[in-house]
């Protein structure tokens, strides 16, 4: 999903008793949940900041098939979208066009300033862009009629390049709010503290995170590895048909970007498809595209499969110029 929550008001909630872990003594590998934070309301503003968190996933894509023996459905159809700065009016995007299915990786490189992280941000419904012509369907509906939450709703996810700080809200509060939230639009049933912690252990195994790092604020203090380690987190633990990763690998070293791309890898299904947005080959040699598209002065100007990469680390993009 790409479940938007919204925090603002004068000053954070108070800080909320932490989460207490204890390890069985018998030697397997279990936990006991000592004390839960307890459950709490926020207002839906704070005056002294305003936030947009996109959350979402509880599995992306990898090229896989239907799994049902038929084709892949139709998840994205992008065609000819064009959008603006909406405070300057300086246009970014000139006219993107692009399919994604069910199952599929698709990667999207490009020069810095070329429209890759604009795309993104004009997906979810970011405020600072405006659109100006062109259509976008997901899951055979109008998503840019579609407010920015309900966007989110849809089962649309952003990983943030760079995550913020959400201060006196623990991560184990944010996840599991956002998680009900989610149920509640699917008309699932919503998880108690000790259901939510049950369901969530597995996946802070999965992203190889402790769990006393529930306790933490959200992305407050974080390195820049766990700010990315939490975001792909949050993707696990939500649930979204279309996970967008803004730049996931900025930053990480070898073996932070191996845990994150197991956990991406661990969550393809043959329903869900990931888009990707990198400047390094080194991710897609851990999580495999089906194909690459390059931008450049906000179109798609190329698309290609692995090979692209090679020929760019060998050429750079002047090798992907449009004659």
């Given amino acids: 999903m790409a479940l938007l929550h919204r925090f603002g ?23 006991t949940v000592s004390a839960f934070q307890r ?39 992008v065609k000819d979208l064009t959008a603006v700065i909406a405070e300057s ?20 490189m490009g020069k810095n300033g070329s429209g890759k992280s604009t795309f993104a941000k004009v997906l979810v419904g970011h405020r600072d862009y405006e659109v100006t012509g062109g259509s976008v369907v997901f899951k055979g509906e109008n998503l840019l009629e579609m407010e ?8 649309l996810f952003l990983s943030f390049q760079s995550p913020v700080e959400i201060p006196g809200v623990s991560n184990n ?49 974080f390195s820049g590895g766990e700010k990315k380690r939490n975001e792909i987190l949050q993707l696990a633990v939500l649930g979204a048909d279309l996970a967008i990763l803004d730049e996931i690998d900025s930053g990480l070293d070898v073996d932070a970007l191996r845990d994150v791309a197991k956990a991406v890898n661990a969550l393809m299904t043959p329903t869900k498809s990931v888009l ?10 851990f999580i495999k595209p089906t194909y690459i598209h390059i931008m450049d002065n906000g179109k798609i100007t190329k698309t290609g499969d692995i090979s692209i990469a090679s020929i760019l680390e060998k050429e750079g993009y002047k090798a992907m110029s449009t004659p």
């Avoid at 920015?148 to 089962?155: I, V, W």
């Avoid at 699917?186 to 006393?212: A, C, S, W």
């Fill in 9 to 31: 008001c004068c000053s954070p909630p108070s800080p909320l008793p932490p989460l207490s872990f204890q390890k069985s003594t018998s030697g397997s590998d279990s936990y």
């Fill in 39 to 77: 459950r709490v309301r926020y207002p839906r503003r704070f005056s002294s900041f305003r936030l947009t968190a996109t959350l979402a996933a509880e599995s992306p894509a990898g090229s896989v098939s239907d799994g049902g023996g038929g084709p892949p459905k139709l998840l994205m159809e």
């Fill in 89 to 108: 009016g300086k246009k970014i995007l000139n006219g993107v066009n692009l399919s994604i299915y069910e199952g599929e990786i698709h990667a999207i």
């Fill in 148 to 155: 920015p939450e309900d966007r989110s709703l849809a089962g």
């Fill in 173 to 221: 509060d944010f996840l599991h709010m956002a998680y009900n939230a989610r149920q509640r639009k699917l008309g699932q049933t919503e998880l108690q503290p000790l259901e939510f912690y049950g369901h969530i252990r597995p996946i802070l195994e999965m992203v190889n995170i402790k769990p006393d790092f529930l306790n933490r604020n959200v992305n407050e203090g």
């Fill in 276 to 285: 990707m947005i990198t400047h390094y080959r080194r991710l897609l040699e």
